[in-house]
């Protein structure tokens, strides 16, 4: 990742946008439960749920990312290690804690697993870009569709994801033009909102890529939301009318390291 040279606060970790956002009466519906690492929280959460993620709170790419499923006899351990994605089997739930404590970065925290939309059998989740020009409002700038490679747990494009527009997206899954708009629409209205509540908690904030996905019920969710430098780059090909106001606006607070 590109070092960040210009002046754009962020937020500090996973955990602490998660608990920000659980306060909000409106927003809070959309963020998985999310918790620290600790075997007390990791035992509670595998009893709950039939699926974690248990990934670094700082981190990017998907690197560092492991799930853990709950099977009738044991857990499976998927996870990521550089590009590569590997696969463990444990008899018991103190193993698998075992083996995870030596394994954790700086700081992991455990997030309810949700059961992403599939594009062609293939899990997606969509970063919706948020930016603000100095005195201006939040504006959603654009959008990028991350559609994950088969049977990997993560959809980022570093992990050989393909990358689509929300309009392909939209089309690909047969909804009409006024459907297409209005889920379009839906979603700008969110991501907006997100970045309005998260920059009261932190000034001088000026970008976030904010991660939505819509589980096989059609339930919207917050996956993540990053606002360290978030990527627009890949949209240069893509979608260059949405690329070049993401440039706009970051020129606008200084940022001009990104294409």
Known sequence: MAKKRYKSNRIAGKLRVCNYLKRHPELRRLVPLTVSFSRPNLHSMSRRFRALYIKPNIGSQGIG??????????????????????????????????????????????????NLDKLSGRPY??????????????????????????????????QGGKL??????????????AER???????????EAVARYLSSKRSGMREMGIDFAYDTNGRLWILEVNSNHPQFRPLKKLDRKAYNRMRSFAKSYGRYDDY
């Open 65 to 114: 990312v492991h799930k853990l499923e709950r099977l009738s006899s044991g857990y499976r351990l998927i996870y990521i290690k550089g590009k590569q994605q590997k696969k463990r089997r444990f008899a018991s739930f103190g193993s698998a804690y075992e083996h995870l404590k030596t394994k954790q970065p700086p700081k992991f925290i455990i997030q309810r697993a949700i």
């Open 125 to 158: 989740d969509i970063r919706a870009m948020v930016q603000r020009r100095p005195g201006g409002p939040w504006t959603c700038t654009g959008f990028m569709v991350k559609v994950g490679s088969k049977r990997k747990i993560v959809t980022n494009y570093y």
């Open 164 to 177: 689509y527009t929300i309009q392909q997206l939209l089309k690909l899954q047969g909804y009409p033009e």
């Open 181 to 191: 708009n209005g889920r379009i629409g839906r979603l700008t209205e969110q991501a």
